[in-house]
């Protein structure tokens, strides 16, 4: 069998194949194309143009790239940048994305028009500028037409990008603000009309234009260049080859060796899907040969590529709207990603080695390794790729902004890349990398715009404050089942819309409930990013456990619930954070009164009660679990991670509580293991 690797270094034609990473390329052209079919389907299909609309096309993403380098490290107005940012991406999107697949690789005229009109708004906006802004209250007829203009652009350009159900969502809002006055207490409002609403939306900066699309101008659009930087000279490959040969290259190491790459591949690149497809495109054939099913392999991948929107140190993109929402730096985020990142790749390292023991693992499979090179080897020629890891959290620590931090580092990421000649990023890769850093920023752009929209609503109608009440009297008062609540809500948002939408609407409509109940806003918004993270692994929008389906072949719903089996011990994890008065030691934050043995402690517990909870969903512990002892596991890790669920649960049914709950976790975790290892050693199953 021939190995996966390729030639590092490689730079990618996201112009032609932009939604599959050059590490891909170990997949045969049908896979291939079933996994871009998948990720058109919620990503959109771009179109692939040649000749004289590749160069235009070209001419404008590197524009739109070169002024957000510009912006970064120069004082541009901030209504100025937004404006600007938004009308880019307009523009480009309308080049980029056809209005119907049959459209496809053709640029249509009302391609054209929409193009045209987005300049124009854009150019209206810029002109206007102070004076424009001062008379939103009482707006000009042509305010009013504009507005309306940006309001259609903005929605038509989300549904290329993203699908037609965030526009839906979006236009929902904009009725309720027409038409709440008409709806019974205690969801009705004053009622808003055009005069008073479309300003609001379009031309403030609490709308279309509000804190979304400041992250997505100043953060998220530098952090995807950042990313095709890396990408062009080859760090995506040395991640993967790199974590390979670490492990040894042996087949036996399959599972081990997805959970070390998802983090080496996933934190740079801040994408599930892309993380998911670079590893199984590689981690397949091994886990296939010792005895992974298609669909275990299949959850396995995308639990690991999901790993790449809670892994520091870039995250998702919701993790920049975290530090604008709560007006804290992005280094702070970083810092309270840390021990949650750490324990959820604990958790999936459980899942493996039970995974091993299950499945009994035949050594055999260890006669062909995977691998050409050594770590050494490896770490020797491309081990400054590694900077990319470090590089930015360096410079945040050193005092600069995080713009000028990410910055930054893609200009080391490019220095360096000159220390091999097969990397070094010549005038070819730089191209490629800001053409591709502008193209592949577009999505999450049309989808923060268009989040303004119902950011805008919100805070116009009130309707974040109506609702936590509104979610407080359900709960009864009970911060508990208040915080299941909140985690149901996001979850059943993120079952439409990919993460970042799901996290701003979540941030406006359901954190508002959990900080009237005393959670701090920072645990709060955490709790939120992480619910909403699993709507990449929740249908209709399970973006990776699709893909990984394609490639093991495997059928896609039945793949997604086994993701949701690696991922489920570590998602209770969050309710530590808002339900336990010392959770927020696992932020790395401390209330009055609290220490670092506090936060020793409950990270510590945490570990214990992932544990269990991977045993018990595994269905194998230190041996085969008969079903008692599955619920039983899963009652122990529950009392350590979320005691408030059991014990509320148990008080109502039977008025009782449990007296020092994680105790009893601990006590009931250890005679299961005691029980377990006093038992006869019988052999697992093939």
């Not at 619920?631 to 005691?643: E, H, K, Q, V, Y």
Request: proline share 5%.
């Amino acid at each position: 069998m021939t190995t996966a690797r390729t030639e590092h270094g490689r730079g990618s034609d996201a112009t032609h194949e932009h939604h599959l990473p050059p590490e891909a390329a170990a997949l045969d052209d049908e896979t291939a194309g079933k996994v871009e079919a998948l990720i058109e389907q919620e990503e959109g299909a771009l179109n692939r143009f040649r000749g004289p609309l590749l160069w235009l096309t070209t001419v404008i993403a590197i524009a739109m790239s070169v002024f957000h380098l510009y912006a970064a490290v120069d004082i541009v107005p901030t209504m100025y940048l937004r404006y600007i940012h938004v009308g880019f991406v307009l523009t480009l999107t309308f080049l980029m994305y056809p209005a119907l697949r049959r459209f496809r690789h053709r640029l249509m005229p009302w391609d054209v028009l929409l193009a045209a009109a987005a300049l124009y708004v854009l150019s209206y906006l810029v002109a206007g500028g102070d004076e424009l802004a001062d008379r939103y209250i009482f707006p000009e007829p042509m305010d009013l037409v504009v507005g309306w203009m940006l309001i259609v652009l903005v929605l038509e350009a989300t549904r290329r990008t993203t699908g037609p159900i965030m526009p839906g969502i979006s236009i929902a809002f904009m009725l309720y603000a027409f038409f709440g006055n008409h709806l019974p207490a205690p969801w009705t409002h004053q009622g808003y009309d055009q005069v008073r609403l479309i300003p609001h939306l379009t031309i403030t900066l609490d709308g279309i234009f509000g804190t979304a699309v400041d992250v997505s101008s100043s953060l998220i659009a530098l952090f995807t260049i950042f990313g095709a930087v890396l990408q062009v000279t080859g760090a995506g490959r040395f991640f993967v080859d790199f974590s390979f040969a670490l492990m040894g290259g042996k087949a036996t190491s399959a599972g081990r060796t997805v959970v070390l790459s998802s983090f080496l591949l996933g934190g740079p690149s801040g994408s599930g899907v892309a993380t998911t497809v670079t590893l199984g495109s590689v981690a397949w054939p091994m886990m296939k040969r010792v005895g992974y099913t298609p669909h275990d392999a299949g959850g396995m991948l995308a639990a690991g590529g999901l790993g790449a929107i809670i892994s520091p140190p870039v995250l998702g993109a919701a993790a920049f709207l975290i530090a604008e929402f709560l007006q804290i730096s992005y280094l702070q985020v970083i810092q309270m990603a840390i021990i949650p990142t750490c324990l959820y790749y604990a958790s999936l390292l459980f899942m493996v080695e039970l995974d091993q023991r299950r499945m009994g693992v035949d050594a055999r499979a260890d006669a062909e390794r995977y691998s050409t090179e050594s770590a050494g080897v490896l770490f020797r020629k491309y081990g400054f790729h590694l900077t990319s890891l470090v590089s930015i959290v360096g410079f945040l620590l050193w005092g600069y902004s995080a713009t000028l931090s990410v910055v930054y580092a893609s200009a080391v990421a490019a220095a360096l890349s000159w220390l091999r000649r097969d990397c070094a990023m010549g005038p070819g890769k730089a191209v490629a990398a800001l053409r591709d850093g502008s193209i592949q920023v577009l999505n999450v752009a049309a989808t923060c715009a268009c989040a303004g929209i119902i950011v805008g609503v919100v805070t116009l109608t009130g309707l974040g404050l109506k609702f936590s009440e509104i979610a407080i009297s359900y709960a009864g008062g009970s911060l508990a089942l208040t915080a299941v609540y909140t985690g149901l809500i996001v979850w059943v948002i993120g079952l439409a819309v990919p993460v970042t939408a799901s996290y701003i609407i979540s941030a406006v409509i359901a954190a508002p409930a959990l900080i009237k109940l005393g959670v701090p806003d920072y645990a709060a918004h955490m709790f939120i990013f992480y619910y909403a993270v699993l709507s990449e692994v929740s249908p209709p929008t399970a973006l990776s456990p699709f893909a990984a389906a394609a490639i093991t072949g495997a059928g896609p719903y039945r793949t997604t619930l086994m993701a949701w089996k690696y991922t489920l011990p570590a998602f209770l994890l969050p309710f530590l954070f808002v339900t336990d008065p010392i959770g927020i030691g696992l932020l790395l934050q401390r209330s009055a009164g609290m220490t670092w043995g506090d936060v020793a402690w409950i990270t510590a517990l945490a570990t214990f009660g992932l544990g269990l909870l991977a045993a018990a969903a595994q269905g194998f512990g230190l041996r085969p679990m008969a079903g008692w002892e599955r619920w039983a596991t899963a009652i122990a890790g529950i009392l350590m991670i979320f005691p408030a669920a059991v014990d509320g649960l148990l008080e109502w049914a039977s008025g009782l509580t449990i007296p020092a709950p994680h105790w009893v976790g601990i006590a009931l975790g250890l005679i299961l293991l005691a029980v377990q290892a006093m038992r006869p050693r019988a052999p697992a199953p093939g």
